[in-house]
T-cell receptor, first 111, second 111 residues
Framework: ELKVEQNPLFLSMQEGKNYTIYCNYSTTSDRLYWYRQDPGKSLESLFVLLSNGAVKQEGRLMASLDTKARLSTLHITAAVHDLSATYFCAVDIGAGNMLTFGGGTRLMVKP | DVKVTQSSRYLVKRTGEKVFLECVQDMDHENMFWYRQDPGLGLRLIYFSYDVKMKEKGDIPEGYSVSREKKERFSLILESASTNQTSMYLC??????????FGEGSRLTVL
């Protein structure tokens, strides 16, 4: 059974600081996705990582994938308040487009 | 842009009522999904469909059924709602890339 674990589950940080969210998974996969969810809203796709060593960047967020370590990271650079949200990673093991989601990381950026 | 529309954002039902949650996508996607999201439990897959009239059970199908009569529409049915089905329900679709596009969510309260 595929397990996807994120840490930390909750992160409170000051504006301007850097931090990394980790996503570990238990079964071989080379397809990983990051989503953002604002309170009371649905999930929005952030990054699609489809191969070992894939790196994607959008604004202050950068995601990477190491399939050998079964690890993805979401790095936040110089955080701003607008980045406050819950971030989910999700892993695809090729079983008919079914994704297994991590538990989510609730990020609070204090102004 | 992909649009996934869920018919009801908020519903309040009584125990034993039949509940229909409707989801429509406008991108001709083959695959559609129903998830529920609960605090501390993340997203859990209820059912998915990979073609019209085709459906597969997800991780927690008990107490639910689904209907996919047209490609763009995927309905989740609670035959007899119970209080433990109070949750946020999220519909999603994808075209074999694995990247899911989510609707806004339907928050169901069962009294």
């Amino acid at each position: 059974e595929l397990k996807v674990e994120q840490n930390p589950l909750f992160l409170s940080m000051q504006e301007g600081k850097n931090y990394t969210i980790y996503c570990n998974y238990s079964t071989t996969s080379d397809r990983l996705y990051w989503y953002r969810q604002d309170p009371g809203k649905s999930l929005e796709s952030l990054f699609v990582l489809l191969s070992n060593g894939a790196v994607k960047q959008e604004g202050r967020l950068m995601a990477s994938l190491d399939t050998k370590a079964r690890l993805s990271t979401l790095h936040i650079t110089a955080a701003v308040h607008d980045l406050s949200a819950t971030y989910f990673c999700a892993v695809d093991i090729g079983a008919g487009n079914m994704l297994t989601f991590g538990g989510g990381t609730r990020l609070m950026v204090k102004p | 842009d992909v649009k996934v529309t869920q018919s009801s954002r908020y519903l309040v039902k009584r125990t034993g009522e039949k509940v229909f949650l409707e989801c429509v996508q406008d991108m001709d996607h083959e695959n559609m999904f129903w998830y529920r999201q609960d605090p501390g439990l993340g997203l859990r897959l209820i059912y998915f469909s990979y073609d019209v009239k085709m459906k597969e059970k997800g991780d927690i199908p008990e107490g639910y059924s689904v209907s996919r009569e047209k490609k763009e529409r995927f309905s989740l049915i609670l035959e007899s709602a119970s209080t433990n089905q109070t949750s946020m329900y999220l519909c999603a679709s994808t075209e074999n890339t694995g990247e899911l596009f989510f609707g806004e969510g339907s928050r169901l309260t069962v009294l």
